[in-house]
């Protein structure tokens, strides 16, 4: 029964992410029709209750304490149901039927990333080869697939809401996984540099920007003495790209470095930052409960700030508060016990961290599911060895 138990959770793994990336290169490409839709909300929906039959299961075989960090963060998922289910009954803010359906899918989808993170297997060999082969297949499927702008044109080939932060999501964590999992420091950073050109080819600005970065941390606090080697390879890299008139034109042409060169004009950029001066205006005229919703009456459901501060906003301050206090305990953790460094699950702590906290900081709301992922390896890394 433990074996089958533990079996499920990485088939599950495999299932939610790498097969969501999977189905959606074949809709593209009409090889199959849309039959599950967008695939991830249904999918999760059919998983979830056996995800949590099976943590059950499990924790009658497991007697390790839950962790405080665990115990606040479902009493965060709590307080985000019971925010929603107040809000929709009482609060007759415009589509409300659709912001509640947009706050539980928040909720379970870190629940799930959370129960995922949690429990699959990462010293299993096969989980571990279905891993690296997921992220060298995707790799090689945006590499032949690349529009006129060097971009992953697949990625807006079909009438569902599937974009390239899709597929970021899902190369983001297949590459943290793989990093982690490959103790040869010269074969991991191989990995990194495949996983960073397939995120960037993919064209998300994010998750490209903060995987670089995250990586680019892990390994010089592996390695400090990689600190030299990366400067030169960046300075290498940004004196080509003054010299090569080819690779200059290839950025001016190139989404990913629309912020850069020409903020003023970046869609992205400007509707982002009107959307954080909203969730400040709302904060300073409801600093304690928040005006839950409230921006969707202005711009619709995506007009929430992407930012930690979405919570203040939806969720007033204690909501804001439990997040801030969540992150700065787990830094504490991260700092107080990098003599963990060299365990898989304190790496996968380390990467997740630092990806989801900047995340959340500068691009994502407080629903970012990525976060139940971090809960799940920083529980992970506080009871290893």
Known sequence: ??????????????????????????????????????????????????????????????????????????MLLIYFFLIAIV??????????????????????????????????????????KIIMFSLIM?????????DEYTM???????????SYQGYARVLSILGFLAMAMVKNIKYSIVIFIIASITLFFN???????????????????????????????????????VLNESIQQFILHNRLFEL??????????????????????????YPFLGNYGSYVEIGGLGWYAHSIISAWVDLGLFGFLLYVFMFFLMFLYLVLYKNKKETMEYRLFFLFYIFVF????????????LFGFLVAFYSRATHVQ
């Open 1 to 74: 029964m433990i074996k089958y138990t533990q079996s499920y959770f990485n088939f599950a793994f495999v299932v939610i992410f790498p097969l969501f990336f999977v189905y959606h290169v074949l809709v593209a490409k009409n090889y199959i029709p849309p039959i599950l839709g967008g695939y991830f909300t249904i999918i999760v929906l059919l998983n979830l209750p056996f995800l949590i039959i099976n943590t059950m299961l499990k924790s009658n075989n497991n007697q390790k304490n839950i962790t405080f960090i665990e115990v606040l963060f479902f």
């Open 87 to 128: 809000n929709f009954l009482f609060n007759p803010i415009p589509d409300n039927t659709m912001m509640l359906t947009h706050s539980i899918q928040g909720i379970l989808f870190m629940l799930t990333c959370y129960l995922l993170g949690k429990h699959i297997d990462i010293y299993n060999d096969f989980f571990k």
């Open 138 to 146: 995707f790799s090689l499927i945006i590499f032949t697939n690349l």
């Open 152 to 162: 992953f044109r697949l990625s807006n080939a079909t009438d569902m809401s599937i």
């Open 203 to 241: 064209g998300a600005r994010t998750e490209f920007a903060l995987f670089t970065l995250a990586g680019s941390m892990y390994y010089i606090f592996l390695k400090p003495k990689l600190l030299f080697p990366l400067i030169v390879i960046f300075l290498g890299i940004a004196s080509f790209v």
């Open 260 to 285: 850069l060169l020409d903020p003023e004009n970046s869609t992205s950029g400007s509707a982002r930052l009107s959307t954080i001066i909203l969730a400040l205006q709302t904060i300073q005229n």
């Open 358 to 369: 900047i995340a959340m900081l500068v691009s994502k709301n407080y629903s970012f599911m």
